[in-house]
């Protein structure tokens, strides 16, 4: 009975394991690379590499305020973002689909401070929630694969419990392909166990609602939005930095995330960096005489556990450490999943060798695998390549990515079916590698004068971890090569 359930177990883990893992391997690397979102926006602007740190005056969050105003005057919806640890600048943004994009502002004065128009960071946050698809179809995707990700561990577990231990400690990197892959899974998957289950957990129960609509008690729509009245669309805004401050008063000082201007209300939302609970507390203010109308909270016990949820999955309240720890641990989960596709097509290649079945499943786990990584390098290559004054530059880099991604699964396909798909993994690893420890030198180039400014450590940051990535390939591609 016991060889019957495991040999069940073994074939829903295959399968389930292969089918889900395609996405999970690209969620789990946009979420990844999401931790650092914000930086690698902050990368992606190199106009900002001289700008002091300042605190946001009255004088910068008014007349920010004022051009809140005149795009409203236009029918946009916007909201300002106030500076932070993480992000110095003052931002007017707007959602364009995929991303939050708009003007940076000069916190000092409100000034606009020309950078480039990009998606950043952002590109990778919503490739990891919605695969770029969207709120409905994309999350729904997310959901289903994230369950398949929990089934697949889970099975996982009952096959190789009897021998795990035994497994974990006879590590063989340099075995027949086939055990240095599974031991290269199995050791994954085992120290990343917990990490595992809390992040998918965490992840299907904040957007279950979207999947189960009768469980969402009022989480899994949108927040109502007051009647539009033109009449307080033309009428001017109060000062904002009064409200601003007894905003602070009520929350603190230091912890109010972003403004959201609507023509009856302006609402002060606190940081989802203040506290581990993540929520949409906020002060409600007269946009006609900055008169504060009401303190709102969430203090219902359901939204305090998805608070609690939301925070441990988004981790925004997190140190830097604890994010650097979330970006390894999410980068080995991802190496695990790309592990077990190619544990995969190394089992059926046995069987299935010459098939255009086979063929389409190395050319899938290849496109994941690294196809993903080469796509994600010539993105951040795109945004120095592409002349900062284009207008709509943002959704041009977003192309190249996309293009560069498909272009990748099509010299899979190509090479799969024509039985060169050790060349296509040499061909693709080399081109990570040359992306990857090329971007440096690019980044000191397109930013001549203020390359060696100080304080650029977020710019050193991403060059020093796409060199990183450059030279680990560069040094596995051979393995990789032998081993496919």
Not at 23 to 48: K, N, S
Not at 70 to 98: C, M, N
Not at 199 to 215: A, C, E, K, Q, S
Not at 421 to 449: K, Y
Request: glycine residues 10%; proline residues 5%.
């Amino acid at each position: 009975m016991r060889d019957i359930l495991r040999s069940r177990m073994g074939w829903l883990h295959t399968w389930v394991g292969f089918v889900s893992g395609l996405v999970l391997v690209v969620v789990f690397t946009g979420g990844t690379l999401a931790m650092f979102d914000t930086e690698i926006t902050r990368w992606m602007q190199p106009e900002l590499a001289m700008l002091p740190q300042a605190p946001l005056t009255a004088e910068g969050l008014n007349h920010a305020g004022e051009q809140v105003q005149a795009l409203r005057e236009k029918e946009q919806t916007v909201f300002l973002a106030l500076p932070s640890g993480r992000d110095p600048v003052l931002r007017i943004l707007h959602y364009d689909g995929h991303a939050f994009v708009g003007p940076a502002l000069d916190p000092r004065d409100g000034t606009d401070l020309n950078v480039r128009q990009t998606q950043g960071g952002q590109l990778f946050f919503d490739l990891h929630q919605s695969l770029y698809r969207g709120p409905v179809w994309g999350n729904m995707v997310t959901e289903v694969v994230g369950i398949g990700l929990l089934v697949a561990v889970l099975s996982g577990l009952i096959i190789h419990f009897r021998n795990l231990v035994p497994d974990l400690v006879l590590f063989r990197p340099f075995a027949a392909p086939g055990r240095a892959w599974l031991d290269a899974h199995l050791m994954a998957g085992v120290l990343m166990l917990p990490f595992i289950v809390m992040i998918t957990y965490t992840g299907v129960v904040i957007h279950g609602p979207r999947l189960f609509p009768m469980i969402s008690n009022g989480h899994g729509g949108k927040a109502g939005r007051p009647g539009h009245d033109r009449a307080h669309d033309a009428a001017p805004f109060a000062p904002l930095a009064p409200m601003w401050k007894q905003a602070e008063a009520v929350f603190g000082e230091g912890n109010i995330g972003f403004i959201r201007l609507e023509p009856r209300a302006v609402s002060f939302y606190r940081s989802d960096a203040v506290d581990f609970v993540m929520t949409r507390d906020h002060v409600d203010f007269s946009s006609r005489d900055g008169q504060q109308i009401a303190v709102k909270r969430d203090e219902r016990g359901d939204q305090s556990l998805g608070g609690i949820i939301r925070g441990l999955h988004y981790v925004r309240w997190g140190t830097l450490g604890l994010r650097w720890l979330y970006f390894i641990c999410g980068a080995i989960g991802s190496a695990m999943m790309s592990a077990g596709l190619v544990l995969f097509v190394i089992k059926y290649r046995r069987t299935h060798g010459g098939t255009v079945r086979l063929a389409l499943a190395e050319a899938l786990t290849l496109a994941v695998t690294l196809g993903l990584p080469l796509a994600s390098l010539g993105f951040l290559w795109s945004n120095r390549l592409i002349d900062p004054s284009l207008a709509h530059r943002e959704l041009l880099e977003a192309k190249v990515f996309f293009l560069l991604w498909l272009c990748a699964l099509l010299h899979g396909v190509l090479r799969s079916c024509t039985g060169l798909v050790r060349t296509a993994w040499r061909e693709q690893a080399w081109g990570i590698a040359a992306l990857g420890c090329g971007l440096p030198l690019l980044d000191v180039v397109s930013r001549r004068a203020t390359a060696f400014a100080p304080g650029l450590d977020v710019y050193l940051a991403v060059d020093a971890c796409a060199f990183g990535i450059g030279i680990l390939v560069l040094w596995g591609q051979s393995m990789i090569a032998h081993d496919q």
